[in-house]
């Protein structure tokens, strides 16, 4: 079996081929973001000489493994190393051939896909990210690394917002320059993510200098806004006064990076994505707009897009650790004074779900208010512009730890990885074979010709609805929805 070898812009990179699909892991797409470089934009690659070996994932992103009873189902890795700005290709052998001879490769579709992790963790190198059976079904899959924590996203006085997303912009250019050499389709990409990767996609189909860089776009799970800079900083305030620093540059650039790491695990301690507290954010500013607010306006009107959640999303904050029996009546209240929750819907939402626990029914107000309305406005308005726009639910139930349908859990589906260790986590090894079959094959199929395979948005509401038998539900809650005005 001969040893795939493809020369891009920086130099040669010596894959590794496994049943059928070529693999080039840990490749270098910006130059290391440390020593002078750190807290800046990324630069391009020095390059290297001879050939690369790329037989093994880079290194990943400093950060902390997951706590508080999130570490039983998410899982966490850790590479060392200085070039943390890399991403992964898998690519069928089929357009490998061509491309290793240069020619002009099978012109296969891309798919870019982007980690989540709250902007604080994550890693293309987690098993749950393998791009194999995309590669096996026709798709060149490129999995990327960026900054996260705070080396990513901290608002300093002197240094560039979104060092993250701009991470994500130079690999999404980066695949625009060389997928062709793996044989993919350079105007075929499709970018996806999950959680804080679809905050990313969101921030990058709004951002004026990722214009074009995006053919097609698939968001699981990810609000949607970004904050202002003000409020984006408050993370890095408390980081700094907790080092005895000032929030600049030069200041964090004299911190180690596991020392910030440490900090921001402290400032941070108890604070969920869906009870509140300090976290990093996305910052309005510098070229970046209220992504949310760009997309209603009409911002990628001309990308098709696939958008939706899961029917559950909180509960893997609520239940793993505990939380979701702590949540009395005064949190209730705080979040409807804090989000200005009608009397009406709250009284729609019980009445809806008269035996729920009060920490259940706070953890639907939150998907709902963080996900699933700001999903429905969007494709609302792109439906106004004759916008291609296709709504999913995953409401697949899995009955580990009371986790039901909750945030990741359709990340196993997608991949079409159900017996991996990190997807049975999740499910418990119950996910039935069709689920996947079902939903990895609508990805695949969006990132081949842009139609996931059900009817698009339109004033029925159809939302694909994938559980035990997936099907196309219309309208689904809503009553609940419309409560909100």
Same mark, same amino acid.
Request: proline fraction near 8%.
């Given at each position: 079996?001969?040893?795939?070898?493809?020369?891009?812009?920086?130099?040669?990179?010596?894959? +590794?081929?496994?049943?059928?699909?070529?693999?080039?892991?840990?490749?270098?797409?910006?130059?290391?973001?440390? #020593?002078?470089?750190?807290?800046?934009?990324?630069?391009?690659?020095?390059?290297?000489?001879?050939?690369?070996?790329?037989?093994?994932?880079?290194?990943?992103?400093?950060?902390?493994?997951?706590?508080?009873?999130?570490?039983?189902?998410?899982?966490?890795?850790?590479?060392?190393? =200085?070039?943390?700005?890399?991403?992964?290709?898998?690519?069928?052998?089929?357009?490998?051939?061509? /491309?290793?001879?240069?020619?002009?490769?099978?012109?296969?579709?891309?798919?870019? !896909?982007?980690?989540?992790?709250?902007?604080?963790?994550?890693?293309?190198?987690?098993?749950?990210?393998?791009?194999?059976?995309?590669?096996?079904?026709?798709?060149?899959?490129?999995?990327?690394?960026?900054?996260?924590?705070?080396?990513?996203?901290?608002?300093?006085?002197?240094?560039?917002?979104?060092?993250?997303?701009? =991470?994500?912009?130079?690999?999404?250019?980066? *695949?625009?320059?060389?997928?062709?050499?793996?044989?993919?389709?350079?105007?075929?990409? +499709?970018?996806?993510?999950?959680?804080?990767?679809?905050?990313?996609?969101?921030?990058?189909?709004?951002?004026?200098? @990722?214009?074009?860089? &995006?053919?097609?776009?698939?968001?699981?799970?990810?609000?949607?806004?970004?904050?202002?800079?003000? $409020?984006?900083?408050?993370?890095?305030?408390?980081?700094?006064?907790?080092?005895?620093?000032?929030?600049? %540059?030069?200041?964090?650039?004299?911190? @180690?990076?596991?020392?910030?790491?440490?900090? $921001?695990?402290? &400032? +941070?301690?108890?604070?969920?994505?869906? *009870?509140? #507290?300090?976290?990093?954010?996305?910052?309005? #500013?510098?070229?970046?707009?209220?992504?949310?607010?760009?997309?209603?306006?009409?911002?990628?009107?001309?990308?098709?897009?696939?958008?939706?959640?899961?029917?559950?999303?909180?509960?893997?904050?609520?239940?793993?650790?505990?939380?979701?029996?702590?949540?009395?009546?005064?949190?209730?209240?705080?979040?409807?004074?804090?989000?200005?929750?009608?009397?009406?819907?709250? %009284?729609?939402?019980?009445?809806?779900?008269?035996?729920?626990?009060?920490?259940?029914?706070?953890?639907?107000?939150? *998907? =709902?208010?963080?996900?699933?309305?700001?999903?429905?406005?969007?494709?609302?308005?792109?439906?106004?512009?004759?916008?291609?726009?296709?709504?999913?639910?995953?409401? !697949?139930?899995?009955? %580990?730890?009371?986790?039901? @349908?909750?945030?990741?859990?359709?990340?196993?589906?997608?991949?079409?990885?159900?017996?991996?260790?990190?997807?049975?986590?999740?499910?418990?090894?119950? /996910?039935?074979?069709?689920?996947?079959?079902?939903?990895?094959? @609508?990805?695949?199929?969006?990132?081949?010709?842009?139609?996931?395979?059900?009817?698009? !948005?339109?004033?029925?509401?159809?939302?694909?609805?994938?559980?035990?038998?997936? %099907?196309?539900?219309?309208?689904?809650?809503? =009553?609940?929805?419309?409560?909100?005005?």
């Amino acid at each position: 079996m001969t040893v795939p070898v493809v020369a891009v812009s920086s130099g040669r990179l010596r894959g +590794t081929r496994i049943g059928g699909v070529a693999r080039f892991l840990g490749v270098p797409y910006a130059a290391a973001p440390f #020593g002078d470089r750190r807290f800046s934009a990324p630069q391009p690659h020095p390059g290297w000489p001879g050939e690369r070996d790329a037989s093994s994932p880079g290194a990943t992103s400093p950060q902390a493994p997951y706590g508080g009873g999130l570490e039983h189902v998410l899982p966490s890795i850790e590479i060392a190393g =200085d070039e943390i700005l890399n991403l992964n290709v898998w690519a069928p052998d089929s357009a490998m051939s061509d /491309a290793e001879t240069g020619g002009a490769g099978a012109g296969l579709p891309v798919m870019v !896909w982007v980690h989540g992790g709250a902007l604080s963790r994550g890693a293309n190198a987690l098993d749950s990210y393998d791009g194999t059976p995309f590669a096996r079904d026709g798709v060149v899959f490129v999995s990327v690394n960026y900054r996260v924590g705070s080396e990513g996203f901290s608002v300093l006085d002197d240094a560039p917002l979104n060092l993250g997303l701009l =991470d994500v912009i130079a690999a999404l250019r980066w *695949t625009r320059r060389e997928i062709a050499q793996f044989g993919g389709d350079p105007a075929r990409v +499709t970018v996806a993510g999950q959680s804080a990767g679809a905050s990313l996609i969101a921030a990058v189909l709004a951002h004026p200098e @990722a214009s074009g860089l &995006v053919d097609r776009a698939i968001l699981q799970s990810g609000p949607l806004a970004a904050r202002p800079r003000e $409020q984006a900083a408050r993370i890095t305030r408390l980081i700094a006064k907790d080092l005895g620093v000032a929030p600049t %540059r030069e200041a964090f650039s004299s911190i @180690a990076p596991d020392a910030l790491v440490a900090a $921001q695990l402290r &400032v +941070t301690a108890g604070t969920t994505p869906v *009870t509140g #507290g300090p976290g990093f954010a996305l910052a309005i #500013g510098e070229g970046l707009p209220d992504p949310e607010q760009a997309l209603v306006d009409g911002a990628a009107d001309a990308v098709p897009v696939l958008i939706g959640c899961t029917a559950e999303e909180a509960r893997l904050w609520l239940e793993p650790t505990g939380l979701v029996d702590r949540i009395g009546r005064r949190h209730l209240l705080g979040a409807r004074i804090a989000f200005r929750i009608r009397s009406r819907t709250m %009284r729609r939402y019980r009445e809806n779900r008269p035996d729920l626990r009060r920490g259940d029914l706070f953890g639907v107000l939150a *998907t =709902d208010l963080l996900l699933r309305l700001p999903i429905n406005r969007w494709a609302d308005a792109r439906l106004g512009r004759g916008a291609a726009t296709w709504v999913y639910e995953f409401a !697949w139930r899995s009955p %580990r730890l009371g986790l039901g @349908a909750a945030h990741c859990m359709d990340l196993p589906a997608v991949f079409d990885r159900l017996d991996a260790p990190d997807a049975v986590a999740l499910t418990g090894g119950a /996910a039935p074979a069709s689920l996947a079959a079902e939903m990895h094959g @609508a990805w695949v199929a969006f990132c081949r010709g842009g139609d996931p395979g059900w009817e698009p !948005w339109n004033r029925l509401r159809p939302v694909r609805t994938f559980d035990t038998e997936t %099907r196309t539900v219309f309208a689904p809650r809503e =009553d609940e929805r419309a409560s909100w005005g």
